[in-house]
């Protein structure tokens, strides 16, 4: 394992060295800021296979004087000794390629492709293509930070004297390999894992409507991509069949089956058989994406019906608290601690403009009384929360440095 002081909390504590594979995409040219910036990193090499032997201030003239390095080729050897953790901001297919590579060499891989976001194979490769190490994928965490923090740092709340305690960190313990969430799911799945895994809402009827800036297509060449087909127009892409849509069922069912599970006692057979059955229960959601004609940003907006028992839990011994109070409470509860999702009052809903160039993930909702609806609307920068800042709030946990670090950044007025 990578023998390695992380704590911000010590003096003498050496700094992660990092590499940033892809570093001339939009991800990748955001990780480089951030890294450069990062109080506890150390950038030591970025690749291009486009632009080999070229500083990357004359790739993006933003950098000049900040940062001065040369672009290298992608050959995994001439990086083992001097990193101890990689971004892939590689294609699909192609991060599968270089990751066990990196393992293998005490590296840590944080990758912001797909090839490492499913537990199951067949999803995968029905989605994208077939996987070269389907080995990896139950090793891979999905890094989706406020979720499966713990998952990611290693650690897990113990009982000691009847008090919830969390393990002292251990680097030894944490992921190795994370999956990147893609942007729509991330913030499609903020917002939802805790209505799901709290009943709130019904698994079956899920809408997700999501506007994404033209960013997310990425840096090359493409025609409706180009500045006269999306300026002034605003049109879907994709429905009915956006990459995407996978990643964000089987997490989604994950949580579904866990609150199931919570909600059964097993005390026969038959208890187990309804176990195994819930065990193979998969949520189904229509989603339609969206291009916006503006560079970064994503909202998303989503609708769900309520269900009968959260309804009626809200009208119980004696108290008749709204569906609006409790639906806000177990946002709070789920994310308090948590520093990049901010959780608006009432009537407040979120604005692209209050996250662009941070990597926060804004959250509001509104109670349809009338249908029995919950319309939860949450906006993200689909580079930073969407991707390279998620990716850099990984890399913290993983290295138990404080999460906020190298991210504390502030949203322009204007």
Partial sequence: MINIECKTTNSEYKKVRVAIAGATGYTGAELVKLIVGHPYCELVAVTSRSYAGESLENIFPSLRNIVNIKCEEMKPENLFGRVDCIFLALPHKI????????????????????????????????????????????????????????????????????????????????????????????????????????????????????????????????????????????????VGNHRHVPEMEEIL?????????????????????????????????????????????????????ISDEFKKSCSCNGKDISIHENILKIFERYYKDKF?????????????????????CDIGFWVDDKSSRVIIVSAIDNILKGASGQAVQNMNIMFGIDEKAGLQLIPGAI
């Fill in 95 to 238: 991060s599968m390629q270089y990751a066990p590579i990196f393992l293998e060499n005490n590296i840590k891989v944080i990758d912001l492709s797909a090839d490492f976001r499913f537990k199951n194979l067949a999803a995968y490769q029905e989605t994208y293509q077939k996987h070269s190490c389907p080995e990896l994928l139950k090793h891979a965490v999905y890094g989706l930070s406020e979720i499966y923090k713990d998952e990611i740092a290693g650690t897990k709340q113990t009982e000691i004297g009847g008090k919830s305690a969390r393990e002292k960190f251990d680097i030894a313990k944490s992921a190795n390999l994370i999956g990147n969430p893609g942007c729509y799911p991330t913030s499609f799945l903020l917002p939802t894992i805790p209505l799901i895994s709290e009943g709130v809402i019904k698994k079956e009827g899920i809408i997700s409507d999501s506007k994404s800036g033209v960013s997310g297509a990425g840096r090359s060449l493409s025609l409706t991509s180009h500045y006269c087909e999306v300026a002034e127009s605003f049109k879907p892409y994709k």
């Fill in 253 to 305: 069912s994950y949580h579904a089956r866990l609150s199931n599970q919570a909600n059964l006692t097993v005390h026969n057979a038959n208890d187990s058989a309804i176990l195994s059955n819930n065990a193979e229960e998969k949520i189904k959601i229509t989603f339609v994406p969206h291009l916006l004609p503006m560079s970064r940003g994503m909202l998303t907006t989503i609708y769900a019906e």
């Fill in 340 to 360: 990049f999702v901010r959780v608006l009052p009432k009537g407040k809903f979120p604005d692209t403009a209050h996250v662009r160039g941070t990597n926060f």
